[in-house]
């Protein structure tokens, strides 16, 4: 049995869309297959490994996520280091730090292992909203407050 490899590029772009892979899938002889020839279009790093690919395609430091994200210093080390699990919330507050566009974000959600943000639920829609505006999350808590919602990193 053939082991997938994990990719240790630091900048991907992907060709295939999502429906193109799905249809690809569908249409796969077996698994192995599939996997060798769409190897490249395939998410395959950790959460850390991304954070950090992040961390450095933005010229970044973990000390400008802590400012950005509002999360405790601590925690957002941790997480980059794979000692802790971030919530859902908790990962859209580091997509603040990091000053990530809404696909990246979706991508990291997706990654993590979480619901991605959906158009059609209030909240989330206006947080996405905020993030493809290059809104601070600041400027995203005051709304989110505006509409009664549950605020982001606190």
Known sequence: MKRFKKS???SRQFSATSAAL?????SAADIEDYLARH????????????LQMLLSQKGLRRADVVRGSLLDRTY???IFSGDKTPSRDKLIA???GLGLSGQETQTM???SGNR???VRDPRDALILFSIRRGKTIFETNEALSDHEFSLLGV
């Open 8 to 10: 240790t590029a630091t």
């Open 76 to 78: 957002v080390y941790q």
């Open 116 to 118: 991605e943000l959906y």
């Open 94 to 96: 580091l997509a603040f």
């Open 22 to 26: 799905d249809n690809a899938l569908q």
């Open 39 to 50: 190897a490249g279009n395939l998410l395959s790093q950790s959460l850390p490994e991304h």
């Open 109 to 111: 959600l997706k990654l």
